[in-house]
T-cell receptor, first 115, second 107 residues
Framework: NAGVTQTPKFQVLKTGQSMTLQCAQD?????MSWYRQDPGMGLRLIHY???????DQGEVPNGYNVSRSTTEDFPLRLLSAAPSQTSVYFC??????????????FGPGTRLTVT | KNEVEQSPQNLTAQEGEFITINCSYS?????LHWLQQHPGGGIVSLFM???GKKKHGRLIATINIQEKHSSLHITASHPRDSAVYIC?????????FGTGTRLQVFP
């Protein structure tokens, strides 16, 4: 199994540009999520999905869109990049059930710089 | 006040020492996770627990639901344990993360 894959690993954008961060998992996990990690702060939830066709906002959703057309893929779109979106982005997936999220599997991360 | 607080923020130890990292939370949860972030940035899950204690190799995690507190212990620490250890608490659809404890173990 490849686990959770993310592309690209690094990206530099100019303010106002748009792009899509790709995330895929091959473990048939229902739950997928996107986080951003900034210095001195914990991972913060951007958007999450509990299954194909179902997405919801997390703590910091503004400026980002997601969709979940298949169980495997959960892309994150930046609509109009801003310097405040400079961060490291992680995608994660897990099983969910019995009122809890199970072991989390993280992708390798995408380091995004917006100039 | 953050919903998940970890202490200490930074920790240095000599190889072989017993390490304890603490996590306190203020929200109702269904499970607590301990994660390890390597110096290269990758994040791996160490434990998920909702009660009691779990052990894996030299790592032990405990949780006290009544006191809303968890501890991660590392016995016989080794330089390869140097990493950031992250506590996260959650329910059915969201996890809230602490800011992490940076551990450095020197030979």
């Amino acid at each position: 199994n490849a686990g959770v894959t993310q592309t690209p690993k690094f990206q530099v954008l100019k303010t106002g540009q748009s792009m899509t961060l790709q995330c895929a998992q091959d473990m048939n996990h229902e739950y997928m999520s996107w986080y951003r990690q900034d210095p001195g702060m914990g991972l913060r939830l951007i958007h999450y999905s509990v299954g194909a066709g179902i997405t919801d906002q997390g703590e910091v959703p503004n400026g980002y869109n997601v969709s979940r057309s298949t169980t495997e893929d959960f892309p994150l779109r930046l609509l109009s990049a801003a310097p405040s979106q400079t961060s490291v982005y992680f995608c994660a997936s897990s099983y969910a059930g019995q009122g809890a999220l199970y072991e989390q599997y993280f992708g390798p991360g995408t380091r995004l710089t917006v100039t | 006040k953050n919903e998940v607080e970890q202490s200490p923020q930074n920790l240095t130890a000599q190889e072989g020492e017993f390490i304890t990292i603490n996590c306190s939370y203020s929200v109702g949860i269904s499970a607590l996770h301990w994660l390890q972030q390597h110096p290269g940035g990758g994040i791996v899950s160490l434990f998920m627990l909702s009660s009691g204690k779990k052990k894996h190799g030299r790592l032990i995690a405990t949780i006290n639901i009544q006191e809303k507190h968890s501890s991660l212990h590392i016995t016989a620490s080794h330089p390869r344990d140097s990493a950031v250890y992250i506590c996260a608490v959650g329910n059915t659809d969201k996890l809230i993360f602490g800011t992490g404890t940076r551990l450095q173990v020197f030979p």
